[in-house]
C-alpha cells in the first residue's frame, strides 16, 4: 500500500542502531543504513534508507523532511495520576513557586479572581527549597485568603494544607479522630494546623465539588493534549491512596473510547481495596485493547518523605521512623489472591524498610509458583533502598520497578535535611539497573513535572532543574542517555506485555513516535531539559505539531 506519511534526513533511534559521539546513529554490524520510516495506517509499514522508503512515496503521501533531527519512538509514563492530573488542570500550579511569600501571593490572587466562598486548591509546593524551609498552616492561608476554603497539596501528594473554612466545612476540629492511615496534626492545644497526612486530606477532598462528568471529559480531552505536546503517547493511570476516583476514573476512559477520543494508550490500575471483587469479576490485567487496559492492583506499604511517613530503618534526622500504611500481612494476602488470579499487583515503597518489607513479600509469593499473571508485578518507587535489598531485588523473575527521576530532583535538599548521608541509599537508578532488573521511568505527575525530558535529564545529571550541584547528586548513579530514554519506551513496553507493537521504532509495529528539536544524545545534558516535541505521531496520526 501506498504510504499516509513519509518522514526522512532523519536520525532514527532503533533497537539495531548504534550511537556514537560525533556521528550520530550507524547501524550496527550487519544492519542497513536507516535514516527515514513510512507510516500507513496506524502502522510503521518500512524503515530504510532516504532512497528506499522515499520511493514509497505515492501522489497523497506526506512527506516531511526532519533536517536531521531526532525520531524516538512516542513515551510512556509508567506512574501517572493523570485523572487528578485532569481535574485539577484549573487549580494553582505551586511548582515554580520561590518562596513562602509567592505562594500567599498566588492564593490572594486566586481568591480575588474568584470571590469569596470558592474553593482555592492547588498543587505542587516544596517548602524545603524555599529559603524560609517553612510547612505552612492553616494561619497562613487564612491570611491568604480569609473569605475562600483553601487547600494545597504538596509536591508528594502525601501531605496537604488547609486553611481554617476548609476545616470547618470538612468538620475538622479538636474532636476529630485521625482517619485510617492518615494524620491530622495538632498543635500543643489540640486544635488543627491544617496540616494533614496520607488519608487525612480526603476528608477535604469528600466536601470540594465535584465536575460533572462532562467537564471532567472535556479536562481529559484538553490533558491528552498537553501529553502530546511533551511527547507522551502512552500513560499508566494510577489510582491514589484511600480516593473514591477509581471507577469514574475507568468510566472516562471508556467514554472516550466509546466517542473514539481516546488519544493515549492508558494502562488503568484499580484500588488494592478493591482486589477481592475484581478477582470475582474474572477481571485479569491486560483485559482490553490496544487503546485501553486494564492494569494493576494498587496498594500502599507506606507514605512519603516529604510528610516523614515514608517507612525507613532508622529514624528521620527530624523525625522518627515514618509509618507502614496497609499492614504487610495485608498486602501479601492480597498479592497472593490477586497474583493466582491473573492481576498483577504495584505496591507504592518509599522508605528503606518498606522496600525491603515489599521485596520480601513479593519474593514469598514467587517462591508459591502459582501466578496467572501475563505481566510482572511491580515495585513503585523503591526511593531509598539498601545494598543487601538490591541483592534480593535482583534475584527476583517476575518483578519490574517503576522509579521517578524527575522526583529526585524536587526531593534532593529535603532528603539531605532528613536523612543526611543515608541519601546515598536514595534514588539509586544505576544500581537498581544493575540488577538485572526491568526499571521504567515516570513523573508521578502532578507530583513533579511529566515532561519526559525533565526526567532523561534528571537520570543522566542527578542535578536540579536549576543544574545544581554542578558535578550531580550521588553521580555515581547517573544513566547514560540510553538507558534514561528507554526507561520511558522499551521497557514500558516489554513489561506491560506490548513490545510486539510498541516501545521501539520497527516496521510493523504501531506509529507512536516523536520528532524533537534537537538531539538529545548529541547535546550537553545540562541542555537536555530544554529539549521540545516538534511533531507527534499517535496510532499513525499526527496529533501535535510544534
Not at 443 to 461: E, Q, R
Not at 537 to 543: D, Q, S, T, Y
Request: contains cysteine.
Amino acid at each position: 500500500m501506498t504510504p499516509d506519511l513519509i518522514l526522512h534526513n532523519a536520525h532514527l533511534y532503533t533497537p539495531e542502531s548504534v550511537y556514537i559521539a560525533g556521528s550520530g546513529f550507524v547501524p550496527a554490524a550487519g544492519q542497513d543504513t536507516v535514516t527515514a520510516l513510512a507510516v500507513t495506517g496506524r502502522h510503521i509499514a518500512a524503515m530504510g534508507d532516504d532512497t528506499a522508503i522515499m520511493a514509497m512515496a505515492g501522489p497523497d503521501t506526506r512527506v516531511l523532511d526532519l533536517d536531521k533531527k531526532l525520531v524516538l519512538p512516542g513515551f510512556t509514563d509508567t506512574h501517572f495520576h493523570f485523572y487528578e492530573w485532569a481535574v485539577n488542570l484549573n487549580s494553582i500550579d505551586f511548582s515554580k513557586t520561590r518562596d513562602f511569600a509567592g505562594m500567599q501571593t498566588a492564593i490572594r490572587e486566586k481568591a480575588a479572581l474568584l470571590g469569596p466562598g470558592q474553593w482555592i486548591l492547588g498543587q505542587g509546593f516544596n517548602e524545603s527549597d524555599w529559603p524560609e524551609n517553612r510547612m505552612p498552616d492553616r494561619l497562613d492561608l487564612d491570611k491568604a485568603a480569609p473569605d475562600n476554603p483553601v487547600c494545597i497539596w504538596r509536591c508528594d501528594l502525601h501531605l496537604a494544607v488547609a486553611n481554617s473554612m476548609a476545616l470547618s466545612l470538612a468538620g475538622i476540629d479538636s474532636l476529630t479522630r485521625d482517619p485510617e492511615e492518615g494524620v491530622i496534626v495538632r498543635d500543643g492545644s489540640g486544635l488543627p494546623t491544617g496540616v494533614l497526612k496520607e488519608t487525612a486530606p480526603n476528608m477535604i477532598r469528600a466536601v470540594v465539588p465535584e465536575l460533572t462528568f462532562g467537564q471532567l471529559l472535556d479536562n481529559m480531552e484538553k490533558a491528552m493534549a498537553h501529553a502530546h505536546a511533551l511527547g507522551l503517547t502512552g500513560i499508566h493511570d494510577i489510582r491514589l491512596m484511600g480516593g473514591k476516583e477509581g471507577a469514574v476514573a475507568l468510566q472516562a476512559w471508556q467514554a472516550l473510547h466509546a466517542a473514539g477520543k481516546l488519544a493515549l494508550r492508558c494502562h488503568v490500575t484499580l484500588p488494592g481495596e478493591m482486589t477481592a471483587r475484581a478477582v470475582d469479576l474474572g477481571l485479569c490485567t491486560g483485559f482490553g485493547d490496544d487503546l485501553l487496559r486494564i492494569g494493576h492492583v494498587k496498594f500502599f506499604s507506606d507514605g512519603g518523605m516529604g510528610a516523614r511517613t515514608a517507612w525507613v530503618t532508622e529514624p528521620y534526622l527530624d523525625a522518627a521512623y515514618g509509618m507502614p500504611l496497609t499492614p504487610v500481612a495485608d498486602i501479601e494476602q492480597a498479592v497472593i489472591q490477586a497474583d493466582r488470579n491473573g492481576l498483577s499487583c504495584m505496591v507504592h515503597a518509599v522508605g528503606d524498610r518498606a522496600v525491603h518489607e515489599v521485596i520480601s513479600v513479593f519474593a514469598r509469593v514467587e517462591a508459591l509458583q502459582q501466578s496467572r499473571c501475563r505481566i510482572p508485578h511491580r515495585l513503585e518507587h523503591a526511593q531509598m533502598i539498601l545494598p543487601e535489598d538490591l541483592k534480593a531485588l535482583g534475584r527476583l523473575k517476575n518483578l519490574a520497578v517503576s522509579c521517578q527521576p524527575n522526583n529526585m530532583s524536587l526531593d534532593i535538599s529535603m532528603i539531605d535535611q532528613c536523612a543526611g548521608e543515608r541519601g546515598k541509599y536514595a534514588y539509586t537508578f544505576k544500581n537498581i539497573l544493575d540488577t538485572g532488573i526491568p526499571t521504567m521511568f515516570s513523573s508521578d505527575a502532578p507530583v513533579a513535572d511529566p515532561n519526559p525530558f525533565s526526567g532523561i535529564y534528571s537520570a543522566v545529571t542527578r542535578k536540579r532543574m536549576n543544574q545544581t550541584p554542578e558535578n550531580g547528586w550521588y553521580p555515581d548513579q547517573c544513566l547514560t542517555v540510553d538507558q534514561a530514554v528507554q526507561g520511558y519506551t522499551l521497557t514500558p513496553a516489554r513489561t506491560s506485555g506490548t513490545e510486539d507493537c510498541l516501545g521501539s521504532l520497527a516496521a510493523g509495529k504501531l506509529a507512536d513516535l516523536i520528532v524533537t528539536d534537537r538531539n538529545i544524545f548529541m547535546i550537553n545534558p545540562d541542555e537536555i531539559a530544554a529539549a521540545r516535541v516538534k511533531l507527534t505521531l499517535f496510532n499513525g496520526k499526527i496529533v501535535y505539531e510544534g
